[in-house]
């Protein structure tokens, strides 16, 4: 009997040993997957995630375009037509136009506006035509700057104007009446002056200016000076030399007070010689 219960004793050392260990290892592989909770982290849990940082937003450019472009062609009136086609297809107009015929060319100058969205394509579309480019210059301002400050001077300006309202309602005295007036006047003309200047600058922005010049050569023929017949000719060199004959006379009167210096000069020489004359 003894000897069961020493063996039973031994079974359940060995078992307590087994589970043990098999604990153990079990903790052992936790331990390597995930890191151990403290207390303190029981007690004050770790904030939530930040939230996720919201996109700027964003400013839209505003771009100033102006270009230059002088074409030579062989017809000029079948590419003013095209033009005139191009500038309706895209929803512009001319500023400008001038014709300009002399004995060497004929041109068209024209001052284009365009919307600035079909800038490109219209210059794209005009090099495709048929003539010689001559000269082309393309300019892009950036205006976006100028226009936050504008906007930001006319918010402020409209606030100023509505505090200076307010007062205006409080003000008891004529004295304060006519101040806040005047500086009422004075807010409204700048808003005035800073409402113009964003719009000249919308208009800029939002049409762009192209400065077109198609030109056509002349062939050179010479035109002989044309002149009148010989006896108009000699008429009027008569007349002239008779004209000039006059005019010699009246200069010549017209500096009698030389003459008379001239003469007194003569007149003393001659009496100083005279003297010297009679000494010897």
């Known amino acids: 009997m003894k000897p069961i219960i020493t063996l039973l004793f031994i079974a359940t050392l060995l078992s307590s040993c087994h589970h043990k260990k098999y604990n153990e290892d079990s903790f052992a592989i936790v331990d390597e997957e995930m890191p151990p909770i403290t207390r303190q982290e029981m007690t004050n849990p770790p904030p939530p995630p930040l939230a996720p940082i919201a996109n700027k937003t964003v400013i839209k450019k505003k771009i100033i375009k102006d270009g230059r472009i002088g074409i030579e062609v062989l017809e000029l009136e079948k590419t003013k037509s095209n033009i005139d086609s191009l500038v309706s297809k895209y929803s512009g107009y001319y500023a400008n136009e001038k014709l300009n015929n002399t004995n060497w060319e004929t041109s068209y100058n024209l001052k284009i506006r365009i919307p600035s969205i079909y800038f490109e394509r219209i210059i794209a579309d005009i090099e495709i035509g048929s003539g010689e480019i001559k000269y082309k210059e393309i300019d892009a301002r950036d205006v976006t700057d100028q226009f936050i400050d504008l906007e930001t001077r006319l918010t402020n300006k409209r606030h100023y104007l509505k505090k200076y309202k307010d007062l205006l309602i409080k003000a008891k005295t004529v004295k304060d009446i006519l101040e806040i007036e005047e500086n009422i006047r004075g807010i409204e003309e700048e808003i005035e002056s800073t409402t113009g200047r964003l719009k000249y600058l919308s208009d800029l922005v939002s049409y762009s200016t192209l400065d077109l010049n198609i030109s056509k ?3 050179y023929k010479y035109q002989p000076q044309k002149q009148d017949d010989f006896f108009k000719r000699l008429k009027y060199a008569l007349s002239k030399g008779w004209f000039g004959f006059v005019d010699f006379i009246v200069f ?17 020489w001659k009496k100083y010689r005279k003297r010297k004359r009679n000494k010897k």
Request: charged share 15%.
């Open 252 to 268: 010549m009167v017209k500096i009698w007070p030389f003459w008379i210096i001239v003469t007194l000069i003569i007149y003393g």
């Open 217 to 219: 050569l002349k062939e």
